[in-house]
Nanobody, 120 residues
Framework: QVQLVESGGGLVQVGGSLRLSCAAS????????MGWYRQAPGKQRELVAT???????NYSDSVKGRFTISGDNAKNTVLLQMNSLKPEDTGVYYC??????????????WGQGTQVTVSS
């Protein structure tokens, strides 16, 4: 069993910053990707940023230049530094990870979500 636990959400003013953290634990053989998605009220969940293991980060156009994703493979964690926040960044942010629990058994896992609210 695998768990993803997020932290770092909250309320911030326009132009402010927040840092989200996600830690994966449990029966982990190897993590092949980690990332962040978000869901605003009344909208579908959308990709924010992803980072394949050993690869380059990928960002949605709406956050490029403002958000930075980084990871610590040894600690099975992924961070999302969010700067210059805008009201449209408001939503529930979900950590996502592609994980091998055994050499040939892989699955996609989700965290419980953390609320980010940007007030104007």
């Amino acid at each position: 069993q695998v768990q993803l636990v997020e932290s770092g959400g909250g309320l911030v003013q326009v132009g402010g910053s927040l840092r989200l953290s996600c830690a994966a634990s449990g029966s982990i053989f190897r993590i092949y990707s980690m990332g962040w998605y978000r869901q605003a009220p009344g909208k579908q969940r959308e990709l924010v940023a992803t980072m394949p293991s050993g690869g380059s980060a990928n960002y949605s156009d709406s956050v490029k230049g403002r958000f930075t994703i980084s990871g610590d493979n040894a600690k099975n964690t992924v961070l999302l530094q969010m700067n210059s926040l805008k009201p449209e960044d408001t939503g529930v942010y979900y950590c996502n990870a592609g994980i091998y629990t055994r050499p040939i058994v892989a699955g996609v896992y989700w965290g419980q979500g953390t609320q980010v609210t940007v007030s104007s």
